[in-house]
C-alpha cells in the first residue's frame, strides 16, 4: 500500500501541463495550434486519483485505520496537484487562442485599393444582371421597378452619364414613348460604344423603337 501511495504521489508531480510546458507562437512557428489534449490529461488523472482517496479516508475514518487515512491523503494530494496542472493547461489554452489570432492578423494582407475596385466590379455585375432582367421577359410593372432601381457605380464618369441615359431610353420605350429615343442612343453611342451595342440595344424595346424612327425618316 506504502509503496502504491508513493508511487501516485510521484506521478501527480508530474502534471503533463505543468511539467511540459508549450512554447509561445510566434511568426516563425511552423504549423501553429493550439490544439493539446493535456489538460484533459491531467482532468482524467484528477479524477482517477480523487475516487480512490475518498474510498480510502472513508475506510480509513470508518476502521480506525491510519494507514489507509495516510494513504487517502496522499492520494487527495496527488489528485489536488493534477487539477490544478489541469486548470494552468486550461489558461494556457486561452493564452495560445489569443497568440494564434495575434499570428494570424500579422500575416492579414495590408489593405490596398483593390477591394475598391473589386467592389466597383460587383456593382457594375449587379447593375448588368438588373437590366438584363427588366429587358427580357419582366412585365411592364417589373421592367420598371427594375430600372428604376438601377445602381450607380462610377459617379461622373462617361459611362456612369451613358448608363443615366439607357435607363432613360428603356423606361421611355417600354411606355411607348419613342420619340426622342434616337438622339439618346447617339449621345449613349459618342460616350460608351460598347454600353450602346452591348446593353441598350439588347433592349427589343428601344430597338423597336429605333427601328420605327428609321422608318418614319
Not at 462617361?158 to 441615359?165: F, Q
Not at 426622342?180 to 460604344?193: K, M
Request: hydrophobic content about 45%; some cysteine.
Amino acid at each position: 500500500m506504502g509503496r502504491v501511495v508513493a508511487a501516485a504521489a510521484l506521478i501527480a508531480a508530474t502534471g503533463c501541463s505543468l511539467v511540459y510546458p508549450r512554447a509561445p507562437i510566434t511568426a516563425q512557428t511552423k504549423n501553429p495550434s493550439c490544439v493539446s489534449t493535456r489538460p484533459a490529461v491531467d482532468t482524467a488523472a484528477g479524477v482517477s486519483f480523487g475516487i480512490p482517496a475518498v474510498f480510502a479516508g472513508a475506510y480509513g475514518v470508518a476502521d480506525g485505520n491510519s494507514t489507509a487515512l495516510a494513504g487517502g491523503g496522499l492520494l487527495a494530494v496527488a489528485s489536488a496537484l493534477f487539477f490544478v496542472s489541469a486548470r494552468s493547461g486550461f489558461r494556457d489554452s486561452e493564452r495560445c487562442e489569443e497568440e494564434l489570432l495575434a499570428v494570424h492578423r500579422t500575416h492579414e494582407p495590408p489593405h490596398t485599393a483593390e477591394p475598391a475596385v473589386a467592389v466597383a466590379l460587383t456593382c457594375e455585375q449587379r447593375r448588368l444582371d438588373m437590366y438584363s432582367r427588366a429587358v427580357t421577359g419582366a412585365d411592364p410593372q417589373q421592367r420598371q421597378g427594375l430600372l428604376l432601381a438601377l445602381p450607380s457605380c462610377a459617379e461622373g464618369s462617361a459611362r456612369e452619364r451613358a448608363w443615366v441615359l439607357t435607363r432613360m431610353a428603356a423606361l421611355d420605350a417600354g411606355a411607348g414613348k419613342c420619340e426622342g429615343i434616337e438622339n439618346v442612343a447617339r449621345e449613349i453611342y459618342q460616350l460608351d460604344i460598347v454600353l450602346h451595342d452591348v446593353v441598350l440595344l439588347g433592349d427589343i424595346e428601344v430597338k423597336h423603337c429605333l427601328e420605327q424612327a428609321r422608318r418614319e425618316l
